[in-house]
C-alpha cells in the first residue's frame, strides 16, 4: 500500500493496544502529552515540528489558529516550560503578519533563550525565519530573517541555531531540474544578524535537497568547534548524504560527506540529522534493505583528523524493519551516546482488532551502556517511547518529530486528542541520564 511522509486526513480510529513496552531496563520517563487545548482543531497539525532545550519543549501547530475574527489557520507554536512533574505552556506565539495557510512553524530551532521558527507564506514565496528571545518567562520576537537571493523555486526548509550563529537550509528539493541546495549562515553582531558565508557542499548537484535538514552544535572537549551537519536527501538518485560543516575563526568549511554502507537509489540518507558532541547520526527513511521503504540510520562518531576524521559507528534498521516504516524519518541525539529515531509509518498489530496502519512508534539505543557488549553496537534501550499508558491510534504518525535535550519531545502531527480528531499531540518524556556509561565502543 502506498503512503506518504506524512498525511493529516483519513479516518483515524482508536483501538486498544498499548504503547510497546521497553525492551531493556534503561527508561525514559515519561512527563505529559501536550496538546494545543481549547486551540486543537482537526487536521490542526500539533507536533509536526517540536524543538527542546534545557527544560523548555517549543511544539509547531502548522495550520494552527491565529487571533482575530474570523480566525486564520496560518500557524502558531506553543512553548511550554517543565516546573517540577509537569509541564506548562508558557506562551503561544504567531506570526506578526499572519496570513491564511502560511505555515508559520514548518520548521524549529531552539537554543537558550533564543528560538528560531520557520514561516512559509502563499505559494512561491521563499519564507523567512523569525526570531524570538525569552526574558524570564516572556518570549519577545526581536527579528525576521530572510533567505538572500534564494535560487529560483528554492526556500527556507529548516533552520538551526546555536549562540550567535543562525543557520538556513535553503532548497527547492528534489524535483527534476532544481537548482541545488544551500544552506546560509548568518551571524548575530551588535545585535544584528548578517549573511556571512553561503554553504555548498563540494560535490554540489542539481535537486540535491541539501539543507533540507539541519542540524548544529559544538564538539567535546576544551576547545570544542562548532560543527553543522546538513542533510541532502536527494543526492545521486536519491541515495543522500550528510556533509559536516566545522567553524574556523568566522569560517565554515566543508569536513566530510558521510554515506551509508552499500547506498542505494531512493535511500533519502539525510531527510533527518542530529549532531552532539562528536557523534552524528542520519536517517534514511526510504532504505529498502529487505523491505519497501523501511528505512536505517547510520551513526559516525569523531575520533580522528585528517581527511576522513568521522568514522561509522555503527547502522540500525534495514532488516529488522517492516514496509513503509519511515525508521529514521526523525532523530535526535539526546546525548552523545544516546539516538532517539522516530518510526512514523509503523504499524502496530493489538491482539485483538485490526492493523492499526500508520500509528508510528519511536526508540531509544545507547552506546556503551554497562552490561551491553561493544559486539552490539547501539543497543537497544526502550522500543516503545512515549505514553505507556494511553491507547495507540492508527494513523497518527507518532514519531514524525522528534528532538531531545534534557526533555525528549516527540510528535504525532495526525493523532486523536480528545473531543478532536487528528488534532496532533506531543508526548515529552525526561530523558534518563543515569545510564551508567561504563565504557567507550570503538
Not at 506518504?4 to 513496552?21: F, K, N, P, Q
Not at 560527506?257 to 542505494?264: E, F, G, I, N
Request: aromatic share 8%.
Amino acid at each position: 500500500m502506498a503512503r506518504s511522509a506524512w498525511r493529516i486526513g483519513g479516518c483515524a480510529a482508536i483501538a486498544a493496544l498499548l504503547l510497546a513496552a521497553a525492551a531493556g531496563s534503561v527508561q525514559a520517563q515519561f512527563l505529559q502529552r501536550l496538546t494545543s487545548g481549547v486551540f486543537a482543531f482537526e487536521e490542526g497539525g500539533y507536533g509536526v515540528a517540536v524543538a527542546s532545550s534545557g527544560d523548555r519543549v517549543a511544539v509547531s501547530e502548522l495550520l494552527g489558529l491565529t487571533g482575530g475574527a474570523p480566525p486564520v489557520a496560518g500557524g502558531a507554536v506553543e512553548v511550554w516550560r517543565r516546573e517540577g512533574a509537569q509541564l506548562v505552556r508558557e506562551q503561544r506565539l504567531l506570526s506578526p503578519l499572519p496570513g491564511q495557510g502560511h505555515l508559520f512553524g514548518i520548521g524549529l530551532a531552539m537554543a537558550g533563550e533564543r528560538l528560531a521558527v520557520v514561516e512559509r507564506g502563499a505559494s512561491g514565496s521563499a519564507g523567512k525565519v523569525h526570531v524570538f528571545e525569552r526574558t524570564g518567562t516572556v518570549w519577545q520576537h526581536v527579528a525576521e530573517v530572510f533567505p538572500a537571493l534564494p535560487p529560483a523555486g528554492a526556500g527556507v526548509a529548516s533552520v538551526a541555531l546555536h549562540g550567535d550563529w543562525l543557520l538556513l537550509g535553503v532548497t527547492a528539493g528534489g524535483a527534476a531540474g532544481a537548482p541545488p541546495g544551500q544552506v546560509q549562515a548568518w551571524q548575530r553582531v551588535a545585535g544584528t544578524w548578517t549573511l556571512r558565508q553561503v554553504l555548498v557542499p563540494l560535490d554540489s548537484s542539481d535537486g540535491d535537497g541539501f539543507g533540507l535538514r539541519l542540524a548544529l552544535a559544538p564538539g567535546e572537549g576544551a576547545g570544542a568547534v562548532l560543527r553543522l551537519v546538513a542533510g541532502a536527501p536527494f543526492r545521486f538518485g536519491a541515495r543522500g548524504a550528510a556533509y559536516v560543516f566545522a567553524l574556523a575563526g568566522d569560517t565554515w568549511q566543508q569536513e566530510q560527506r558521510l554515506l551509508l554502507s552499500m547506498p542505494a537509489a531512493n535511500d533519502r540518507l539525510g531527510v533527518a540529522v542530529a549532531i552532539r558532541g562528536d557523534t552524528v547520526a542520519a536517517g534514511a527513511d526510504g532504505d529498502e534493505f529487505g523491505t519497501a521503504h523501511g528505512g536505517r540510520v547510520g551513526v559516525w562518531r569523531r575520533t580522528g583528523s585528517g581527511d576522513f576524521p568521522w568514522q561509522p559507528a555503527g547502522e540500525f534498521g534495514g532488516a529488522e524493519t517492516a514496509a513503509f516504516d519511515r525508521f529514521g524519518g526523525a532523530l535526535a541525539l539526546a546525548t552523545p551516546r544516546d539516538v532517539v529515531i522516530g518510526i512514523p509509518g509503523r504499524d502496530l498489530v493489538p491482539p485483538v482488532g485490526p492493523v492499526l496502519a500508520d500509528a508510528g512508534a519511536a526508540q531509544r539505543r545507547a552506546l556503551g551502556v554497562r552490561g551491553s557488549p561493544c559486539a552490539v553496537p547501539w543497543s537497544l534501550q526502550v522500543a516503545g517511547l512515549g505514553n505507556p499508558g494511553a491507547l495507540a491510534q492508527a494513523e497518527a504518525r507518532f514519531g514524525f518529530a522528534v528532538d531531545a535535550d534534557r526533555l525528549v519531545a516527540i510528535g504525532a502531527p495526525n493523532g486523536n486528542v480528545p473531543g478532536v480528531g487528528r488534532a496532533g499531540f506531543v508526548d515529552v518524556s525526561v530523558h534518563d541520564r543515569l545510564l551508567d556509561h561504563d565504557f567507550d565502543c570503538p
